[in-house]
């Protein structure tokens, strides 16, 4: 492999932006950074990179263009003026988005002549291009085959789809849990401080309710599959639905607003009404479908 087909373009210089440049760089590839406001890219030069003085000069640098900036409409209106400077070439967007954003950006590059993949980031900065992040990629199998080995530098690689909207799709899903746990583990400190009790001493029992409670995701998803939630309940929904007001009665009890958790007591409500007393909680993902019918 040449130098020339080594080549990476990285555009934002965020500190994600900043931790891809550096993981390519540490593989050995020749980089080539770019930011909307200059003055970042000091340490990544002082490592080997090149800072372009324009976008245009970023995206005719490499055949690979890796872009990481603040949001969707960011993109947009970096890449929209160098459209012509990207066709024939394969561009990666690595920018948080939603599944109809990455599909958009994939009819856009098709249409400017250029390969289009987009991906979604589990990990934070400091993990990037170390054994516990992964990257997730959709698009063309042939283009992430195309440009694996580069990618590898970041991260474990994942292909998920062709649709280019599935990469999005699993991060926000798998963003979705961590913000479910967070949320719940915020309302449990919020209780404990409350009664002036140490959430440091508190923390290491947190840990150990959560780590006991977890690893049934497998489970909970045949349940799904099959649409059978009352084979092999331990705790079903009217059992758990009967106590669920004591979470609000405590909280107010205690000053804390119970609003992080409020919202699953609603849904175990209209569980009931429907008839799934006899189900476990896992039901409720069929109230989450807004386009289901009743009839």
Sequence with gaps: MTEDEKAVTVLGLGAMGTA????FLAAGRPTT???????????????????????????????????????????QQALDPVAGALAGRTVVNLTNGTPGQGRELAGWARRHGAAFLDGGIMAVPPMIGGPGAFVLYSGAQEVFDAHRDALDALGETMWVGADPGLAALHDLALLSAMYGVTMGELHAFAMVRSAGLSTTAFAPLLRRWTDAMSGFQERMAAQMEARDYTTGVVSNLAMQAAAFHNFYDAAHEQGVSPELIAPLYPLMQRRLVEGGGAEDLTGLVELLNTRRTTA
């Design 20 to 23: 891809l440049a550096g993981a």
């Design 33 to 75: 950074v770019w930011n909307r406001t200059p003055g970042k890219a000091g340490a990544l030069v002082a490592g080997g990179a090149v800072e372009a003085a324009t976008i245009d000069e970023a995206a005719r640098a490499s055949r690979l263009v890796v872009v990481c900036l603040w949001d969707h409409r960011s993109v």
